[in-house]
């Protein structure tokens, strides 16, 4: 019995890697495609404007995601071993939301 459960659990967990994994490249091809229509802006302006911000008050930049259903970058910060969100509209490059600051 306890087998056929950890089966069971683990045919079940291998199932949301490949699900997140297909989500994110359907993100990472809206964003290219908004981006390449002039729907959205360059990451790399929105990471222009917003890192600089941030690193001055002492956060070290991790990496960015986009967000197709909200039509946002989440720019990922940490500072003291806290980790920071950073919500920022794709098309205006506004600041939407923070988190963890």
């Known amino acids: 019995m306890k087998l056929l459960f950890a089966s069971l659990a683990l045919s079940t967990l291998s199932g949301v890697?490949?699900?997140y994994a297909q989500r994110h490249q359907a993100d990472q091809d809206e964003a290219f495609r908004g981006r390449k229509a002039g729907d959205l802006r360059p990451l790399r302006d929105i990471e222009g404007a917003?890192?600089?911000q941030m690193?001055?008050?002492g956060a070290d930049y991790i990496g960015a995601e986009y967000d197709g259903g909200?039509?946002?970058y989440r720019l990922k910060f940490m500072r003291n071993g806290s980790v920071i969100w950073v919500d920022?509209?794709?098309r205006t490059g506004a600041i939407v939301g923070?988190?963890?600051d």
Request: no cysteine; aromatic share 0%; charged share 35%.
């Open 17 to 19: 890697p490949q699900a």
């Open 50 to 52: 917003i890192v600089p």
């Open 55 to 57: 690193k001055r008050r």
């Open 70 to 72: 909200m039509g946002r």
């Open 88 to 90: 920022v509209d794709g």
């Open 98 to 100: 923070r988190a963890g």
